[in-house]
């Protein structure tokens, strides 16, 4: 049985939370905080999701920090995921690049919108207020849940 892990830093809202707790579920996977992983530990998973609130147009610290501690893999498939105030998919293009380095195969990518307050968003109250919303849940449940069966 394929054994799964989501990996995940959420700071301000709990947004990239949320979603990472929706993903786990829906494919039974572990669930762990970027600053907890064990490098070791990660031997144990064949599929393992990366994901992360965006700040200042980034990934969050621990998540870069992470990607760049990993050793190269051959037999590993990732995807990334992350929220943002403005939701693009972009935001992940380089940790797919650090993974795909990393010899990972990467098998999906996500984005949605969440609540945001970083920066000059604060000023005006944060933008994308109130989301992920359910139907950005479902569609991070149905984005797993759609390739966890070819992975």
Same mark, same amino acid.
């Given at each position: 049985m @394929?054994? +799964? *892990?989501?990996? %995940? =830093?959420s !700071?301000?809202?709990?947004?990239?939370?949320?979603v990472?707790?929706?993903?786990?579920?829906?494919?039974?996977?572990?669930?762990?905080?970027a600053?907890?992983?064990?490098i070791?530990?990660?031997?144990a998973?064949?599929l393992?999701?990366f994901?992360?609130?965006?700040?200042?147009?980034?990934?969050?610290?621990?998540?870069?920090?992470? @990607?760049? +501690? *990993?050793p190269? %893999? =051959?037999? !590993?498939k990732?995807?990334?995921f992350?929220t943002?105030g403005?939701?693009?998919?972009e935001?992940?293009?380089?940790?797919?690049?650090k993974?795909?380095?990393?010899?990972?195969?990467?098998?999906?990518s996500?984005?949605?919108?969440?609540?945001?307050?970083?920066?000059?968003?604060k000023?005006?109250?944060?933008?994308?207020?109130g989301?992920?919303?359910?139907?950005?849940i479902?569609?991070? !449940?149905n984005?797993?849940?759609?390739?966890?069966?070819?992975?």
């Amino acid at each position: 049985m @394929l054994k +799964k *892990l989501i990996i %995940y =830093s959420s !700071k301000h809202h709990g947004n990239t939370e949320k979603v990472a707790k929706a993903m786990a579920e829906s494919i039974n996977a572990d669930i762990m905080r970027a600053g907890d992983v064990v490098i070791n530990a990660l031997d144990a998973y064949q599929l393992i999701g990366f994901g992360s609130g965006i700040y200042g147009g980034r990934m969050d610290k621990s998540i870069i920090e992470l @990607l760049d +501690k *990993l050793p190269a %893999y =051959s037999d !590993k498939k990732a995807f990334v995921f992350s929220t943002s105030g403005i939701g693009k998919d972009e935001y992940n293009d380089s940790a797919k690049q650090k993974l795909q380095e990393k010899g990972f195969e990467i098998i999906g990518s996500f984005a949605c919108k969440g609540y945001d307050t970083f920066g000059p968003f604060k000023l005006v109250g944060g933008i994308a207020k109130g989301r992920p919303d359910d139907d950005d849940i479902q569609k991070a !449940k149905n984005f797993v849940l759609e390739f966890i069966k070819y992975a």
